[in-house]
């Protein structure tokens, strides 16, 4: 299991980056950055090496929180899987190389495909004295067309990207994007409604594909939930000082919600039930939903039954419960 943290190697580049850019100005850029997104618009607005700072600065934590979690979901599923080379669509400043590299010591080779020249270059400058991403590819352009010309990657990741694209691009995307993933994709959105409504459209549409789901789902049978329910999942970090001046935030941590699925090409060794929501520890009881290969549950565990009871009152939000639990 890799930490929600930043590696050390990538907060010291960021850092080094950071000396000298006023926290108001960052403040201001990814505000409007925020603003954008929030009136479901995309990364256009990220313009300058200003601006790709103040996103970074902003949102690069969180992100890489989510990646990991979901990234630590496969492996827990899927210990066997040793990827070598990793195509991270959308990199970005390369959020998910870094988690990728962490969660994949097998990982040897990073090619980050992006449409902003900004973020590219700051990505680029970012893995310049990494250990393991120093020799990473970038290739500009955009990502529905340039992908034909990429080959195979044993992962692809799609973090936080299919959101910015037209429903019929994320059709297109998604399919050119299992073409190129040998063994295993894995997509990232924000834990929203609509977050969760394109994960499940590119989950459908992969398995009728031939995709197998790794997670979080333990079947490949249509999603049980029913709106306005919708799946998503929360991973805490630590919020630094500049975060805090720049967001105005008291708390020194966030929590980012997300939602993923990772797909593989061949059946998960093991499957495990999710926990789909903080589960409520009662004295006599805790209560929590699960979902189950046989549907969404919600399971009661009576404190009386005492192995049962203290192995449950380590379940959290967005665990995998494996059977013999
Ligand atoms: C919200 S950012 C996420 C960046 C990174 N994956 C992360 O998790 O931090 C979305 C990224 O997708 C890129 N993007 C959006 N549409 C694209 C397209 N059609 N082709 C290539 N990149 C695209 C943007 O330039 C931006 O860098």
Known sequence: MISPTLPAELRAALDARLQGFSRTEAAQRSQKISTTYRAGGGSGTIKSEADALAYALARMPATYAAVAASLNALTEIAPDLAPETLLDVGAGPGT????????????????????????????????????????CRYLPGDASGNLAEVSQADLVIASYIIGELSEADQRKLTEAMWAKARHALVAIEPGTSAGYARILALREQLIA?????????????????????????????????????????????????????????????????????????????????????????????????????????????????????
Not at 116 to 134: G, K, Q, Y
Not at 260 to 288: C, H, N, Q
Request: net charge positive; hydrophobic share 45%; glycine share 4%.
């Open 209 to 325: 594909a031939g995709g197998y789901v790794a997670a979080p789902c333990p079947h490949e049978r249509t999603c049980p939930l029913i709106a306005p329910d919708w799946c998503h999942f929360s991973q805490r970090l630590p919020r630094s000082q500049a975060h805090r001046q720049i967001k105005g935030a008291e708390v020194p941590f966030e929590d980012e919600r997300f939602i993923y699925v990772a797909l593989t090409r061949t059946p998960p060794a093991s499957r495990a039930a999710r926990v789909l929501a903080p589960p409520d520890i009662g004295k006599a009881e805790i209560a929590a939903k699960l979902c189950t290969e046989a549907g969404v549950a919600p399971v009661k565990v009576p404190r009386r039954d005492k192995a049962a009871y203290a192995s449950a009152r380590r379940w959290r939000w967005g665990d995998a419960i494996m059977s013999e639990s």
């Open 96 to 135: 998910a190389s870094w988690a990728a590299a962490e969660a994949f010591p097998s990982l040897q080779d990073f090619t980050l495909l992006d449409a902003n020249a900004t973020l590219s270059r700051l990505a680029l400058e970012l893995a310049r004295d990494s250990t393991r991403l120093a020799e």
